[in-house]
Structure formats: structure tokens, C-alpha cells
């Protein structure tokens, strides 16, 4: 369980901080900026929910846990050891990933094909589902960056791949499922 009862500790006044394995790193540190990254898609999910209403809103919020999951995972590094730990680390699972697969799926069986991209935009739920979608997407750029040089749990990987796509789509639901979607026009201002 998380006890927060001091919220400044003043370890990181030179510039580092603890990674769940109790090693630390510059606060710069790829790693650090993968986790802060998910972070940041966390806090614009929870602008997005202001937005929305019923099952939406729930698979927003099952979505913000998960994203508290993700950090949890990515704070941890060597995969290795985890074995050693004092407690089971928290890692991201197959089925996380699957279970935005089946919402995908399920959310996108009426919408109409589309014939060009799609412009940030629309309804207020829409518009802030965008900004989820390419914070997420810059998330995923990280933590693939990060792949390159360290251990990072796959299922992490693959469930920032899902997750842009997953508001991609939610944001067309948003837009009257679809019909309200603020399409590209190539050369419009030419």
C-alpha cells in the first residue's frame, strides 16, 4: 500500500530521482522521461473525462489505471530481477493490451470507412481524445527509444501502440461517430 505522507522529500534537489528499484537517475534520464511521458497521457485522459458519460468515461478511467500500471513498469528496470524483488513488480500484461484490442474492435463496427485523415477536432471530448492520442504517441516514441538501450517489458510497448489507436477511434465515437469528424483537405490553402 502507498502511504504519501510528505509530498516534497528534497532528494531530487541535484537533479535526480528514485526509480522504483531504488536506484536513481538523472531526472533527463530516457527512462525518467518514458514514465513522466505516460504520466502526462494520464493527466490528459483526466482532462478528456471531463468530457465524457457512461461507457466512455469508464474505459477512460480503466485506461488512466492502466496508465499508473505503465509507470509502474517502466520506473523499474532489468526485467532480470525481478525475481529478487521484495515484492512482485508491476508489470504490464498481454491481456491489458488485448482488452484495448476488444474496445477497438467493439467501438469502431459502425463507423464508416474513412476517405482522408482526420483533422484535431470537433467536440470537446474529441478534440482533448486527440491530444491523448499524440501525447500517447510520444510516449510510445520514448519507451521505444529507451527498448534500444535498456529492458523494457514488450506488453509496455505494445499497449502505448494500442492505446493512440484506441483514442483514435474513441474520438471518432465522439464526433457522432464519425459523421462529425473534421476531415484533411490536401492543398486546401494553396
Known sequence: MVVLNKIYTR????????????????????RVQSYGTADEVNATVGLARLHADGAMD???????????DLGADLSRPDMAKDADAEYEPLRMSDAQVLRLENEIDAMNVDLTPLRSFTLPGGTPLAAHLHLCRTVSRRAERLATELA??????????????????WFFVASRIANDQGRGDVLWVPGANR
Open 11 to 30: 532528494t531530487g534537489d541535484k537533479g535526480d530521482t528514485a526509480l522504483s528499484d531504488g536506484s536513481r537517475r538523472v531526472k533527463h534520464d530516457l
Open 148 to 165: 534500444t538501450q535498456e529492458d523494457v517489458n514488450p506488453a509496455a510497448v505494445k499497449y502505448l501502440n494500442r492505446l493512440s489507436d
Open 58 to 68: 469508464a474505459q477512460l478511467a480503466s485506461i488512466q489505471n492502466d496508465l499508473f
